[in-house]
């Protein structure tokens, strides 16, 4: 089973920036496009941001089109999201999720991501 871990949350001030990171062990993690989810109190799961597994191809939710970024490095076996101007809606658990695919394909979709993260809490307040 594919071993995801996030990491980078915490609180922060609105306007304020955080940077996310999915670590991968014991596969591979450059076969694999990868999605960042999120879920807030009472509110189902959402897609915030995936990319196909070289990188090239990025897709973004437009409530954070323009203030999230994700990147990864296949050498650090590690995916990102920079996360800035954060507003007090982007409070959630942050999973990143992953899925075997060739290059170009990523989705927002969940239910195309078999293998997910523990999670990791980001908390917008003043």
């Known amino acids: 089973q594919l071993r995801l871990v996030e990491s980078g949350g915490g609180l922060v001030q609105p306007g304020g920036s955080l940077r996310l990171s999915c670590a991968a062990s014991?596969?591979?993690?450059?076969?694999?496009?990868i999605g960042w989810f999120r879920q807030a109190p009472g509110k189902e799961r959402e897609g915030v941001s995936c990319?196909?597994?070289?990188?090239?191809?990025?897709n973004y939710a437009d409530s954070v089109k323009g203030r999230f970024t994700i990147s990864r490095d296949n050498a650090k076996n590690t995916v990102y999201m920079q996360m800035s101007s954060l507003k007090p809606e982007d409070t959630a658990v942050y999973y990143c999720?992953?899925?075997?695919?060739?290059?170009?394909?990523?989705?927002?979709?969940?239910?195309?991501?078999?293998?997910w993260g523990q999670g990791t809490q980001v908390t917008v307040s003043s």
């Open positions: 990319i196909d597994s070289s990188g090239s191809s990025t």
């Open positions: 999720a992953a899925v075997r695919a060739y290059t170009g394909y990523s989705t927002l979709r969940e239910i195309n991501y078999p293998d």
């Open positions: 014991q596969f591979t993690l450059g076969y694999y496009a």
